[in-house]
């Protein structure tokens, strides 16, 4: 019988970075293997789509990317003399490779209704979970994403306010939604990273286009991840799917594909995801690996039937883009000002008070470009010295590190029709 070779070091067209080599068979092993592909139908900006229609790119395609853009800077620190053995080169890629295999459909959604785990905790689960199935070939990659390797500036490529992961999302992020003002010179910045003292560090030279990555970013949170619709359409996303989950719980019949209906019907909000806790015929990571957008909008898109006015109504909204009117101000609204709103929605739209608080949404949102707290961009000097990018910028930067707040209040269109 003839036995063919199986070619694993593909070439990969990505409309981004161009061609993308996959340099070792793992990489190929790993992205073949279901938790992997699970990311083709996770879209990378959730439903940000419906107010940049060209955001449908997945996390598959930015794992793909982070992993491109490591291999990149694993070939400038080497060509500066700093030793990266072959196998930390394979390990540190696996980790980026792998750091966003946890997360949820509609990114952090479900970590507010169902789940109240944080992806990077699921990913390290299925990281552990893959260690296993792959016979211990992730160890190293493991210990990289915990930062539990003796070199630290390995961990702070795959996780820190400089690392790969941001680089390709920015970048990505920016090429599918057409927000130009995301757009950042990743090659200049990966030509210009060092190792200091075990840390990453830029060199001077490249402190202008740290200037404006920074820049960049902040301006992306505001145009692009916070942008006033996608958190009106996301905070309506989370009360569908409380509705959904309180009527089964309730008792009533609610429609849902086989893996929803297992995080409608069950309280994950304290369990332990890493404990083999089976549900039916599989364990409860199982399920979550198989749970992707299809799920939800199927159901939210049955939903639109249901007898209780409240999910029909509130799926009907999401699936025909009838989002509730949303307002920023620099403080929370009023008590006063929430009764209000709650009795003319009571008036106009449900007829009964206790389901008018699912068609009023308040909350806040927050952030900042630079965090100073934590591990700080390190500009490197020629004459050797190091100083935090704060300090070494001659720029204010204060706005970027300053923490900005904003709070928010989502209702129906038709409140301000008189």
């Known amino acids: 019988m003839t036995q063919y070779y199986l070619n694993k070091k593909k070439i990969i067209n990505d409309p981004v970075f161009g061609f993308i080599t996959l340099q070792s068979e793992m990489v190929f092993d790993l992205l073949e293997h279901p938790y992997m592909q699970r990311l083709r139908r996770i879209k990378q900006l959730g439903l940000s789509f419906l107010v940049y229609p060209g955001a449908n790119h997945s996390r598959f395609e930015h794992a793909l990317g982070a992993s491109h853009l490591m291999r990149q800077a694993i070939d400038v620190l080497r060509l500066k003399g700093h030793e990266i053995t072959e196998e930390e080169a394979d390990a540190v890629t696996l980790a980026i490779l792998l750091h966003d295999i946890g997360h949820a459909p509609f990114s952090h959604v479900l970590e507010n209704t169902m789940v109240e785990i944080s992806h990077e905790k699921i990913s390290l689960m299925m990281m552990n979970e893959l260690n296993r199935q792959f016979e211990g070939k992730l160890s190293l990659a493991i210990d990289i994403f915990r930062n539990r390797y003796k070199k630290q500036f390995l961990h702070q490529l795959v ?22 003002e995301g ?20 060199d001077y030279k490249g402190i202008y286009s740290i200037e404006k990555f920074l820049i960049a970013r902040r301006l992306m949170y505001w145009q692009v991840y916070f942008h006033k619709t996608v958190v009106s359409a996301e905070f309506l996303l989370i009360n569908v799917l409380k509705r959904a989950k309180e009527l089964l719980t309730s008792g009533n019949n609610v429609f849902a594909t086989p ?5 409608l019907k069950n309280d994950f909000t304290t369990v332990d995801f890493s404990k083999n806790i ?29 007898p209780d006015p409240v ?10 883009r009838k989002l509730f009117r949303i307002e920023l101000e620099d403080a929370p609204v009023s008590e006063k000002w929430k009764e209000k709103k709650l009795k003319q929605i009571t008036n106009k739209i449900t007829g009964d008070a206790d389901l008018s608080h699912y068609f009023l949404i308040t909350g806040e949102i927050t952030n900042n470009a630079y965090n100073q707290n934590t591990e700080n961009i390190k500009i490197l000097f020629k004459n050797g010295k190091v100083k935090d990018m704060g300090k070494a910028s001659d720029i204010n930067l204060s706005v970027l590190t300053k923490t900005v707040r904003k709070y928010f209040a989502c209702y129906p269109k038709e409140l301000d029709i008189n």
């Open 259 to 263: 893996t929803l209906l297992i995080f």
């Open 278 to 306: 089976k549900i039916g015929n599989q364990n409860i990571l199982d399920w979550y690996a198989l749970l992707d957008d299809n799920d939800i909008l199927t159901s939210i898109k049955e939903w639109q039937m249901h």
């Open 183 to 202: 757009i950042v010179g990743i090659d200049r910045i990966i030509k210009m990273l060092t190792v200091w003292n075990d840390q990453l560090a830029v």
């Open 311 to 320: 999910l029909s109504k509130l799926a009907f909204r999401l699936i025909n």
């Open 159 to 180: 996780a820190s306010q400089l690392d790969m992961d941001r680089l390709d999302y920015l970048s990505r992020d920016s090429f599918f939604t057409g927000v130009a």
